[in-house]
């Protein structure tokens, strides 16, 4: 299993392609249900690799929309040569980059090749959001993120530490803290949930002011 | 959620779960909700965890079940085909969402009580085209499902305004809002609070002969 990929890394990505084979799998069988998974899963990162080119927060979630969708269509002839979320990134990237050619506008990042949609979805800082308010409140998440990991248990803070800032396999984990891989998930899980209720609120503002 | 179906879920996430066991793990997901919620809410918070102090933002929380109302609608509809689709944006889209806005306000709230309906396939022809997604929801057999999501919050004292009908930004969702009192003139309409709702997308039907209706909020058009 292959997780770590450096800082921003692809756990999530890699590291479940071979879950994300059994959802696509089990969405060509009818399984539409498993296809709202996938766009559970991915909806975030699709959104901010679409907002690399369509700035407009607004635009670019229905771009991000529309390339789900377009996704759904397509997703009867994906074979699995590549991995689901490659695919569904290259998906985005040119139905981005179609959106603002049928605007007349200029692709803003001209160089990008599909290839690089990885990258770009995991890319520091998305500059749209980069007003005062925008600003303010990616402030507010980090004091938010930094507050909940510092009132996490010891053992939930480095396990959730380890795995997301240090790109970990669960296994790795394990060794270094010197427990079961099984103890290792279920300390990730709590320290996520623990972390969610801390950003709700704030997220739900979010969503009120968009 | 037990410790046994946390440890499964986070199996799964990391792809370490195969054959059989992965199988009905995307069953149970499929068919739990709150194990999906489990599995969403996981992934966004590791989204926000690498990516929150660089600026990057989730989506919103309703952006999943906007895509799944897009699905449905095409998928039962049989609408938005790419043959029959001309692009999605582009200069002509811009003068018809203009005239789109009108035919829909008119079609729309013909629907509503004491109005009369308009034929089902002049609602499927209005001028916006293959973008007109809640237009072309209107099937031949004159029922449709879909999803609304508000817009803001709005009050009317003037019932007959066009002001009781809002459209989204890209004409896609529409709300319409006082669907139950509407039209008694004596009153005052308050809009519909999207806060109070989570700014969920509104499973929303119409059907030829009741109006158009969404079984949370509102009672079938021609009832008080």
Same mark, same amino acid.
């Given at each position: 299993?292959?997780?770590?990929?450096?800082?921003?890394?692809? #756990? !999530? *990505?890699?590291?479940?392609?071979?879950?994300?084979?059994?959802?696509?799998?089990?969405? /060509?069988?009818?399984?539409?249900?498993?296809?709202?998974?996938?766009?559970?899963?991915?909806?975030?990162?699709?959104?901010?690799?679409?907002?690399?080119?369509?700035?407009?927060?607004?635009?670019?979630?229905?771009?991000? *929309?529309?390339?789900?969708?377009?996704?759904?269509?397509?997703?009867?002839?994906?074979?699995?040569?590549?991995?689901?979320?490659?695919?569904?990134?290259?998906?985005?990237? %040119?139905?981005?980059? %179609?959106?603002?050619?049928?605007?007349?506008?200029?692709?803003?990042?001209?160089?990008?090749?599909?290839?690089?949609?990885?990258?770009?979805?995991?890319?520091?800082?998305?500059?749209?959001?980069?007003?005062?308010?925008?600003?303010?409140?990616?402030?507010?998440?980090?004091?938010?993120?930094?507050?909940?990991?510092?009132?996490?248990?010891?053992?939930?803070?480095?396990?959730?530490?380890?795995?997301?800032?240090?790109?970990?396999?669960?296994?790795?984990?394990?060794?270094?803290?010197?427990?079961? #891989?099984?103890?290792?998930?279920?300390?990730?899980? $709590?320290?996520?949930?623990?972390?969610?209720?801390?950003?709700?609120?704030?997220?739900?503002?979010?969503?009120?002011?968009? | 959620? %037990?410790?046994?179906? /946390?440890?499964?879920?986070?199996?799964?996430?990391?792809?370490?779960?195969?054959?059989?066991?992965?199988?009905?793990?995307? *069953?149970?997901?499929?068919?739990?909700?709150?194990?999906?919620?489990?599995?969403?809410?996981?992934?966004?918070?590791?989204?926000?965890?690498?990516? !929150?102090?660089?600026?990057?933002?989730?989506?919103?929380?309703?952006?999943?079940?906007?895509?799944?109302?897009?699905?449905?609608?095409?998928?039962?509809?049989?609408?938005?085909?790419? =043959?029959?689709?001309?692009?999605?944006?582009?200069?002509?889209?811009?003068?018809?969402?203009?005239?789109?806005?009108?035919?829909?306000?008119? =079609?729309?709230?013909?629907?509503?009580?004491?109005? !009369?309906?308009?034929?089902?396939?002049?609602?499927?022809?209005?001028?916006?085209?293959? %973008?007109?997604?809640?237009?072309?929801?209107?099937?031949? !057999?004159?029922?449709?499902?879909?999803?609304?999501?508000?817009?803001?919050?709005?009050?009317?004292?003037?019932?007959? =305004?066009?002001?009781?009908?809002?459209? *989204? $930004?890209?004409?896609?969702?529409?709300?319409?809002?006082?669907?139950?009192?509407?039209?008694?003139?004596?009153? =005052?309409?308050?809009?519909?609070?999207?806060?109070?709702?989570?700014?969920?997308?509104?499973?929303?039907?119409?059907?030829?002969?009741?109006?158009?209706?969404?079984?949370?909020?509102?009672?079938?058009?021609?009832?008080?």
């Amino acid at each position: 299993m292959t997780e770590k990929t450096g800082r921003g890394e692809s #756990v !999530g *990505q890699d590291a479940g392609a071979q879950s994300d084979l059994v959802l696509v799998r089990r969405v /060509q069988k009818g399984e539409k249900a498993a296809f709202d998974l996938l766009v559970r899963k991915y909806q975030h990162r699709v959104l901010a690799l679409v907002g690399r080119f369509v700035r407009n927060p607004e635009e670019a979630e229905d771009v991000a *929309q529309e390339a789900f969708v377009k996704a759904y269509r397509a997703l009867k002839n994906f074979r699995g040569d590549s991995a689901f979320y490659t695919w569904l990134y290259r998906i985005a990237v %040119n139905t981005a980059k %179609n959106h603002l050619v049928a605007q007349g506008r200029q692709v803003s990042i001209a160089d990008v090749e599909t290839e690089d949609a990885e990258q770009f979805a995991s890319a520091d800082g998305l500059r749209e959001y980069d007003t005062p308010e925008g600003l303010l409140l990616t402030k507010e998440i980090a004091q938010h993120i930094d507050a909940a990991l510092t009132a996490l248990p010891e053992d939930l803070r480095i396990a959730v530490t380890l795995r997301e800032f240090e790109g970990l396999s669960y296994d790795e984990i394990a060794q270094v803290m010197e427990c079961p #891989v099984g103890t290792v998930r279920s300390r990730i899980f $709590r320290a996520r949930e623990a972390i969610a209720k801390v950003l709700a609120p704030l997220l739900e503002q979010s969503d009120h002011e968009r | 959620m %037990n410790d046994e179906s /946390q440890k499964a879920l986070m199996a799964f996430m990391a792809g370490e779960l195969q054959g059989l066991e992965a199988e009905r793990m995307a *069953q149970r997901l499929e068919r739990e909700a709150a194990l999906a919620e489990a599995w969403e809410r996981q992934h966004r918070v590791s989204f926000l965890l690498q990516q !929150g102090r660089s600026g990057q933002r989730p989506a919103p929380a309703d952006f999943a079940a906007r895509v799944r109302a897009a699905i449905a609608l095409e998928t039962e509809e049989g609408v938005l085909r790419e =043959s029959r689709c001309r692009p999605a944006n582009g200069p002509w889209f811009k003068a018809s969402a203009v005239a789109a806005v009108v035919v829909l306000s008119v =079609s729309l709230l013909s629907f509503l009580p004491g109005r !009369g309906h308009v034929p089902t396939s002049q609602m499927a022809s209005s001028s916006l085209g293959a %973008n007109a997604t809640q237009a072309a929801a209107v099937d031949n !057999g004159g029922r449709a499902v879909f999803a609304l999501r508000p817009v803001r919050f709005v009050t009317t004292v003037e019932p007959e =305004s066009r002001a009781d009908l809002l459209i *989204q $930004r890209d004409i896609r969702r529409i709300w319409v809002p006082n669907g139950r009192a509407f039209p008694n003139p004596a009153l =005052s309409y308050a809009g519909y609070d999207p806060a109070s709702f989570g700014g969920r997308l509104l499973p929303t039907r119409y059907e030829r002969g009741a109006g158009i209706a969404s079984p949370d909020l509102w009672a079938p058009a021609g009832q008080p």
